[in-house]
C-alpha cells in the first residue's frame, strides 16, 4: 500500500468515509460563513464611512429632516451607521425637543442590539465547526483503530502490513478533523475581533450623536429665531400635555361645556 489519497480512500470504511465527508461539509459552510461576512463586513464599513463624510453638512447645520432623509437612502442600506441614526433621526425629526430626545436615545439603543445581532450572523456556525470538528474527526479515528484490530484478527498475525490500513485511516480521520477544528476557531476570533471592534464603534456614534442633539436644543433654546412661531407653539403644547396629562385632559373635557 503507497498510502496516496486514492487507496487511502479506497481502504477507508463506510464510518470513516461518511466522517470525512461530513468534515468538508463543515469546512465548506465555515468557508461560505467566512466569505459571507468578509462582502457584508466590508460593505457596512464603507457605506459607513461614506455616510459620515455627507451627513456631517446637515447635521451641523441641525437639518434633521436633511439628515434623516440621507441616512434612509437606499445607498446605505448595509450600513450600521445609518440604521442607527436613522433610528435617531427619526425620533427627533419628529419633534426637536428634550422629549424627543429621549425618544431617540431608546431607539437608538434598539438599533444598536439589533446591528450588533446581526453581525453576529453566521459566528455561531463557525463555533460549532471549531468545538466539534476534532470529536467528529475522533469518531473515524476509534473505526479506524477497530478496523486495525479486525485486519489482525483476519490475517492471525499482528504485522504491520495487517494493521496499517487500520491505522492509516484512524490518523486521517484525526488529521483532517484537527485541520478542520483550526480554520473554524481561527475565523471564529477572526470575526469576533471585527464585530468588536463594530460595536465600539457604534457605541461611539451613539454617544455622539446624543452629544449633538443636546447641542443643538441648546443652541435653539439660546437662539429662538432659529425656529418658526408655529414651531414654537407646537413644541410648547407638546411639553404642556407631556409634562401635565391631567391637566390636557381636563381641558379637553371641558370643551364642549363651553361650547353648550
Known amino acids: 500500500m503507497n498510502f496516496t489519497p486514492q487507496e ?11 466522517v470525512i465527508f461530513t468534515l468538508l461539509v463543515m469546512s465548506i459552510a465555515s468557508v461560505y460563513v467566512a466569505i459571507e461576512r468578509l462582502i457584508t463586513f466590508w460593505k457596512a464599513r464603507s457605506q459607513s464611512r461614506n455616510l459620515a463624510e455627507q451627513i456631517a453638512s446637515p447635521m451641523h447645520e ?9 441616512a434612509r437612502d437606499a445607498s446605505f442600506k448595509f450600513s450600521y451607521l445609518a440604521h442607527i441614526l436613522a433610528a435617531g433621526l427619526e425620533e ?10 429621549e425618544a431617540a436615545q431608546r431607539a437608538l439603543e434598539r438599533s444598536s442590539i439589533a446591528e450588533s445581532h446581526d453581525l453576529k450572523k453566521g459566528t455561531s456556525i463557525l463555533a460549532t465547526v471549531g468545538s466539534t470538528a476534532p470529536f467528529v474527526g475522533l469518531v473515524g479515528t476509534v473505526f479506524g483503530i477497530i478496523n486495525a484490530f479486525a485486519g489482525m484478527a483476519e490475517t492471525g498475525s499482528g504485522g504491520l502490513a495487517a494493521v496499517s490500513a487500520g491505522i492509516a485511516e484512524a490518523l486521517v480521520t484525526t488529521a483532517v478533523g484537527i485541520a478542520v477544528a483550526i480554520i473554524g476557531v481561527w475565523l471564529f476570533n477572526y470575526f469576533n475581533a471585527r464585530i468588536d471592534a463594530i460595536s465600539n464603534e ?3 456614534s451613539v454617544q455622539e450623536f446624543v452629544d449633538w442633539a443636546e447641542k443643538g436644543l441648546l443652541e435653539r433654546s439660546e437662539n429662538p429665531g432659529s425656529t418658526t ?5 407646537d413644541l410648547v403644547a407638546m411639553d404642556s400635555v407631556v409634562d401635565d396629562p391631567a391637566r390636557s385632559s ?4 371641558s370643551l364642549p361645556d363651553q361650547g353648550e
Open 250 to 253: 381636563q381641558e379637553r373635557q
Open 8 to 18: 487511502l480512500w479506497d481502504s477507508m470504511g463506510f464510518v470513516a468515509r461518511t
Open 92 to 101: 427627533l425629526h419628529a419633534r426637536f425637543d428634550r422629549h424627543g430626545l
Open 202 to 204: 457604534m457605541s461611539l
Open 229 to 233: 412661531e408655529d414651531e414654537r407653539t
Open 62 to 70: 441641525l437639518d434633521v429632516s436633511a439628515a434623516y432623509d440621507l
